[in-house]
């Protein structure tokens, strides 16, 4: 079973650098996609980016330029450098490893992000 611990969440201030780190206590498999996602106050959660084993990525129109993520299958990690931060992207950011195909989805705890302007 995988279980992922989100890091990196800090106050920055606006268009400051700050990178998030996710790392899987199991053994991230062929197949399967890891995925950065947000939720802000009163707000529902939003996929930021996800990166399949493969390698390929997709991103939200709103960090499109901005942001990067990238996984290392070896090291069981994902992480997120998120550059030219905004104020509108302060939320807590929670790492997800999912297997296409099936039910099987599993959440980090959450992490702060903050960018006051």
């Known amino acids: 079973q995988v279980t992922l611990v989100e890091s990196g969440g800090d106050l920055v201030q606006a268009g400051g650098s700050l990178r998030l780190s996710c790392a899987a206590s199991?053994?991230?498999?062929?197949?399967?996609?890891l995925g950065w996602y947000r939720q802000a106050p009163g707000k529902q959660r939003e996929l930021v980016a996800f990166?399949?084993?493969?390698?390929?990525?997709a991103y939200a129109d709103s960090v499109k330029g901005r942001f990067t993520i990238a996984r290392d299958n070896a090291k069981n990690t994902v992480s997120l450098q998120m550059n030219s931060l905004k104020p509108e992207d302060s939320a807590v950011y929670y790492c997800?490893?999912?297997?296409?195909?099936?039910?099987?989805?599993?959440w980090g705890q959450g992490t702060q992000v903050s960018v006051s302007s």
């Open positions: 997800n490893f999912r297997v296409p195909g099936t039910a099987i989805t599993v």
């Open positions: 199991g053994s991230i498999l062929r197949g399967t996609i």
């Open positions: 990166i399949t084993s493969g390698g390929d990525t």
